[in-house]
């Protein structure tokens, strides 16, 4: 029976994380492009340049957390180094605070995510081997409950003060996160890491040819997944005329429909292979993305958010497990590809933000509809090439 205290705050710690993406995600272009200033291509290199750092903490932190005595205390460093790059833009306001911040700090807040799931996979395979799936689900749609709350708050307030509101959020999120975990050492059996005293041998970090396949067919989703988080404020506030508010709206609409699909997905997933839920995921994905092309409205953006969050939710929950499993006995190793693709993902959509050729942002949803079609037919072909006992 796992400590209610620990997964609670586990999942405390993991609410004020989304919080923080949550408030900054939806906003962070409008804060570069149209607040600070920055061309496209400007913006879209400060982007890279984030991804590219949170690709070498992801891989030194995972490699670490499986050979560490307490995991504990890799999650704590993500805590602080992201609420210091996020106080950093909030009082600078500056272009080179903005880009020192996303280069060299938030970083290691975008670590926390997956250091979080790490700790709490190997928490729950600990505690609860046999519900580890489920609650690992659980815990993503908790993550996924900050999109419904904050966006439309860091709405409000960008418009009644200042822009730069929606990072003091995130700032003061991610300072909640660092006192949850801190509270994990007040917590006996919270300790979770490597046995000094007993003989240890890792198994080799090796990724079958079907896992391979699919964590690029995963890639190529989450592409598509960085186009829609980074282009649909700029389709609805300058090619449709609407608003902040409205940005903040639409996220949490498409969070709220996200929380319970979430959880549906994760019971699935104890039944099915879950290559075969991400492909329908991604193929649900590029259909939203075709009709999104045609939208003329905000009414209309709105009503896509449910094909959209329904893809979603598949995403962002059920990828967590997926490549979690790619690396048999290296959890942390494993886990750290989730924020590894997510780079990819961040360096691929940056790059095609940058070399956005046409004066309306609409057009690069048209992209992301066929990176998602590309994933569906890689995921699929994993499906057939990862034998089955391997794959449940």
Known sequence: ????????????????????????????????????????????????????????????????????QDRRLLVLLCAIGGALGFVLV??????????????L??????ALFSQSFSYSRAFFDRERADKSQLLMSLLRSVFAVAWIVIPPLAGWLAARSSVYAVFGISAVAHIGCTLAIALLWSQEGSAIGVDRTA??????????????????????????????????????????????GQVGINFAVAAAIEVPVMIGWGYLALRCRKESILSLACFVFAVYFVLLNFADSFAHVLILQVPAA??????????ISYLQEAIPGRVG????????????AALSA????????????VPLMGMASVLCVAGSIALSVAAKVTPEETAK
């Open 1 to 68: 029976m796992t400590n209610p205290r620990i997964t609670g705050l586990l999942a405390t710690n993991i609410f004020l994380s989304g919080a923080a993406f949550a408030a900054m995600n939806p906003y962070r272009a409008i804060v570069g492009v149209e607040t600070l200033g920055l061309s496209n291509a400007a913006f879209g290199l400060i982007m890279a340049l984030n991804a590219l750092g949170g690709s070498a903490i992801a891989v030194l932190l995972g490699w670490l957390s499986d050979k560490v």
């Open 90 to 103: 909030w009082a600078v306001r500056t272009p080179v605070g903005f880009a020192t911040a996303l280069c």
């Open 105 to 110: 700090l938030v970083p290691f807040g975008n």
């Open 199 to 244: 003989p240890q041998t890792l198994p080799p970090a090796r990724i079958a040819t079907g896992h391979r396949l699919g964590a690029f067919g995963v890639a190529l989703s989450m592409i598509a997944l960085q186009l829609n988080i980074s282009v649909l404020p700029l389709v609805i506030v300058r090619d449709l005329g609407g608003t902040l």
């Open 310 to 319: 329904i893809a979603i939710a598949a995403l962002l929950s059920i990828n």
């Open 333 to 344: 190793l494993s886990t750290s590809l989730v924020d590894v693709t997510n780079v990819v």
């Open 350 to 361: 940056a790059a095609i933000f940058a070399a956005n050729p046409w004066q309306t942002y």
